[in-house]
């Protein structure tokens, strides 16, 4: 078993910053690709962004390329979205995910989830 427990988020107004941060326990955390995704009120929960287990490849949704960044730290047991410019369709709630094995984008490969964090963005 892995625990996600997601922190960070908050409400920012249009072009501010957050920083969430995930920290896993359990089990060996990098042995994980980690994956962050979100849902905003209505729609279907959405790909943001996803690391390898050892940090080499990332990977984003192409609707926040150039804002986000995802890292990890295994000597931490977190996994980091650095988010910039942020816009009030960003709005939504964020959820960590865990996976072992290779990193993938789509939902149903992750094992274990967080509770999430909210982030508003306001205009």
């Known amino acids: 078993q892995v625990q996600l427990v997601e922190s960070g988020g908050g409400l920012v107004q249009a072009g501010g910053s957050l920083r969430l941060s995930c920290a896993a326990s359990?089990?060996?955390?990098?042995?994980?690709?980690m994956g962050w995704f979100r849902q905003a009120p209505g729609k279907e929960r959405e790909f943001v962004a996803a690391?390898?287990?050892?940090?080499?490849?990332?990977y984003l949704a192409d609707s926040v390329k150039g804002r986000f960044t995802i890292s990890r730290d295994n000597g931490k047991n977190t996994v980091y979205l650095q988010m910039n410019s942020l816009k009030p369709e960003d709005t939504a709630v964020y959820y960590c995910?865990?996976?072992?094995?290779?990193?993938?984008?789509?939902?149903?490969?992750?094992?274990?989830w967080g509770q999430g964090t909210q982030v508003t963005v306001s205009s």
């Open positions: 995910a865990a996976r072992g094995g290779m990193v993938f984008t789509t939902e149903g490969a992750y094992e274990y």
């Open positions: 359990g089990r060996t955390f990098s042995n994980y690709a």
């Open positions: 690391i390898a287990w050892r940090g080499g490849s990332t």
